[in-house]
């Protein structure tokens, strides 16, 4: 069995022509170990009156994801800060050759308590 999974989808709660439903089922039998479904419309996906029926070994597994918190959290894109600092220690740093966007990035990760990769606590 092939592992993917595609949360881009267009069904027929925006854009689409078809069902969630025919659109997992369509997966599953291409093979994928699993299907997701992403809103491109502000219509609230409606509430499942009954788990979908599977049959052993298989599994539903509904996850919710906040996407707004996960890039607040994980979102690495540089951002400019200007700051201030004494000019005798500009000029000694600068003479070293030290990189201030890394020193201050590994100052703030230790004040912080965040390891060092991932960007997370």
Not at 34 to 47: D, L, N, Q, R, Y
Request: net charge positive; hydrophobic share 40%; aromatic share 6%.
């Amino acid at each position: 069995m092939r592992n993917f999974c595609s949360v881009h989808t267009h069904s027929t709660m925006c854009d689409g022509k078809n069902t969630l439903a025919e659109m997992a089922a369509a997966a599953f039998a291409a093979g994928a170990a699993s299907f997701g479904a992403s809103g491109h419309s502000h219509t609230p996906i409606p509430a499942a009156t009954q788990p979908p029926r599977t049959e052993t070994p298989e599994f539903v597994n509904l996850v919710r994801v906040d996407l707004d918190e996960y890039r607040r959290k994980h979102d690495s894109r540089a951002v400019k800060k200007t700051l201030s600092i004494p000019s005798w220690l500009n000029a000694q740093a600068e003479q070293a050759g030290i990189n201030f966007s890394a020193v201050l990035q590994e100052a703030l990760k230790a004040r912080l308590g965040i390891g060092h990769g991932s960007g997370t606590r």
